[in-house]
């Protein structure tokens, strides 16, 4: 579906006409709607770390405290212990506070470890890593849809035809108790449903681990359990 056709679909089951456009549109209405679906576009994409908007970013370091490009411009929020130098086979601590990275500047004490910071949409490293090391993570996108040809992310809805790269269906739902909401009508049974569908779709989102309750891992299709490999390279 594509954000004319979302916009069309919860007129549909608000009992309102449907437009023909949306972008550009004059209607104040219309254009509600729009503001409307724009909002659950970016307030759904925080609900949780979506596997669609989950993405994998490399850096090649340089000798400096400072990691140009660190941090991608599409960049929300880092997927907790995803950090890793490759070429040293262990993993990079952080994100360090600003108590902890101030005491390290002062010298009190030294890391032995990769450790980082973000500040000012900066990468900071601590200590200073060698240069040409390569650096990985997963983070969570601020782009939630696309335009119509699927290859510009976005962050907001630009025209008529761009697509959602989260649930259609959920970006639907939204706008319809948002409307409800903002027109001072009861929106009690539509955001109730659409929590649920939130909250349903979360829980099936991508591939999810087992749980073992004695505390182990293991893979579920051989069986076998998951190595202890201390870090390092070795």
Do not use: H
Not at 126 to 137: C, F, I, K, Q
Not at 216 to 221: I, L
Request: charged letters at 25%; aromatic letters at 8%.
């Amino acid at each position: 579906m594509s954000l004319l056709t979302i916009i069309q679909d919860a007129a549909d089951r608000l009992g309102i006409p449907r437009p023909t456009s949306v972008v550009g549109t004059s209607d104040t209405q219309i254009r509600q709607l729009l503001g409307l679906a724009q909002q659950e576009g970016k307030e759904l994409a925080r609900r949780g770390p979506w596997e669609v908007l989950t993405k994998e970013k490399t850096i090649t370091t340089t000798a400096t405290e400072t990691q140009t490009g660190g941090i991608p411009s599409d960049f929300d929020r880092m997927i907790e212990g995803s950090f890793y130098n490759r070429t040293q086979d262990r993993k990079v601590v952080g994100p360090l506070s600003s108590q902890k990275w101030q005491a390290l500047k002062t010298g009190l004490y030294n890391l032995i470890w990769d450790a980082y910071r973000i500040r000012g949409g900066d990468l900071l490293m601590n200590p200073v890593p060698e240069a040409g090391d390569t650096l990985a993570y997963e983070y969570i996108s601020t782009n939630w849809c696309t335009n119509a040809a699927g290859d510009t992310t976005q962050s907001a809805w630009l025209a008529d035809d761009d697509l959602p790269l989260l649930d259609a269906e959920l970006i639907t739902l939204g706008v319809v108790w948002r409307f409800l909401k903002a027109k001072g009508l009861d929106y009690s049974e539509p955001f109730r449903t659409y929590q649920q569908e939130v909250e349903r779709r979360l829980s099936n989102d991508g591939s999810m681990s087992i749980l073992d309750l004695n505390g182990e891992r293991s893979d579920a299709g051989s069986g076998a359990y998951d190595p202890v490999i201390p870090e390092g390279s070795w």
